[in-house]
Each structure stands twice: as structure tokens, then as C-alpha cells.
């Protein structure tokens, strides 16, 4: 079993001496949240003041940001880390998307699949130079200059987790994913019955 707790997300100057702690208390891995803060910028500041420790984000809403956005936030993460980034996504439900967001909506599970794979799609090609080409339903990639690249890796690919709650999105993740984070309120009833 491996044991994460969370960041400071409001306060930068302690998100560094904070993950430190929890690196030097034993922690696998520390993550952050996006509820009222940016889920990415506190953990540069954990990557810079560790050595070891696991880094995610859990979750960081992907549907209002491009896959390209989320794809350079955290390829710099996965750098700066050393390779210790992972990387959740959750879709957060309709009103948030569309009255908080202003995004358009549509089925979460086809459009999430989606993104997931374009996001391995401009990877390969930051770390292999294969030319971008994803053409999908709802996201298309095809442009991709030597100038917008960012350093090759040599790290290995960035692990990806999404959030799940039902079914579908549980099948996602085991289908094209690394891996899950169920919502906190999920009982063990809730995990027997439905994630396992």
C-alpha cells in the first residue's frame, strides 16, 4: 500500500518545506487538489524541495483546459521531478463545466478516452520527434514545430489517473489509464461492489 497526503495549495511559501516533511516522515507521495486553487504550480514548488517522493495531481479538471495546455504543465512537472509526476484528471460534472467553466458538455467517458490519448500522442512526440497527428472526435493535434517542443525526457512516460465515480469512467481508467483515484467519499462497500 502506498500512503499520500496532501499539499498547501494556498500558501506556496509552504508547499516546498511541506512536502519536504512528508518526503522525510516516510510518505509515498504528496498530491494536490483543484477545488479553489491552480493544481499544478504548487507542486513545481514540491519537485524543487524533494528528492524522492511521488508528485500528483488529484485531481486537476481537464475538460476546460486544451489537452495541449495540461500536456506542457505536466511534461515541465514530469522534468523538473525527475520523472516522479502522475498526472489525474477528472471531468467534474455538467454544471461546473458549463455555468463555472463555460465549456460545452458532452458525454464524459468517449470525450475523457479522448483526451487521454491525445495526450500520450503529443508526448511521443516531444520524445520521439514522430510527427502529431491525432485526429478524434473532439480534439484534433496535427501541428508541432521544433520551437514549441520541449526537451526530450529519457524519463519514461508520464503515468496518467483519472477520477472515477461510476462505471464507465471506472472501465476507462482500467482500459487506458495507469490508474484510478475514486472520490473520497467512496466507502469500502463502494470499492468492493463497484471498483474491484
Known sequence: MKVETGIPMDNWHETGPAAAAAEAWGFDGVLSFEIANDPFIPLAFAAVATERIQLGTSIAVC????????????????????????LGLGTQVKGHNVRRFSVPWSPPQ????????????????????????????????????????????????IPISIAAVGPALLRLAGEVCDGVRLHVFATRKYVEEMAL
Open 63 to 86: 475538460f476546460p483546459r486544451s489537452p495541449m495546455i495540461i500536456a506542457t504543465s505536466a511534461w515541465d512537472l514530469h522534468l523538473q521531478s525527475k520523472g516522479r509526476f502522475t
Open 110 to 157: 468517449p470525450r475523457l478516452r479522448e483526451y487521454v490519448q491525445s495526450l500520450r500522442a503529443i508526448w511521443r512526440c516531444w520524445e520521439t520527434g514522430e510527427k502529431l497527428d491525432f485526429q478524434g472526435e473532439h480534439y484534433t493535434f496535427t501541428l508541432m514545430t521544433p520551437d514549441f517542443s520541449p526537451p526530450k525526457s529519457g524519463l519514461g512516460p
